[in-house]
Structures are given as C-alpha cells and as structure tokens.
C-alpha cells in the first residue's frame, strides 16, 4: 500500500492523463466544494459493469503499468 502523499501524486496523475490539467483541477474543485455520498456516487458510476469485468478492466491496467 503507498503512502498518502505518493496516492495523492498518482491520482493527480491519472487525473491529469485522463482529463488534462484544467478539466482535472475542475474535477477537484467539484468534489471538495459540492457534499456528496462517495458511495451511492460509486455504486453509479460502476452500475453499468460487472464486478468481473472492472475487476479485469483494473488487471489490465495494473499488467501495462
């Protein structure tokens, strides 16, 4: 498991990566400024796809990295 800080490094990364500095910044700023349940957001965000297939989705990325 890493650290808090190396965490927060990563995640700005794939942030960054995936969504460009501006739109990642944004991303940020709604999460901290707007109250919300992370796992009813969570449940959403993933109730298209099958635990099986994030859990192969997530492989591939762990394997190209």
């Known amino acids: 498991m890493n650290s ?3 965490l927060r490094i990563e995640g700005m990364k794939g942030l960054i ?3 460009g500095h501006v739109e990642a910044e944004r991303f940020i700023s709604l999460v901290i400024r707007e109250p ?3 796992t009813e957001w969570q449940r959403d965000l993933f109730n298209d796809i099958s635990v099986k297939e994030l859990s192969n989705s997530a492989m ?3 394997k190209k990295n």
Do not use: P, T
């Open 17 to 19: 990566a995936n969504l």
């Open 4 to 6: 808090e800080m190396v």
């Open 60 to 62: 591939k990325e762990y």
């Open 36 to 38: 919300f349940d992370y």
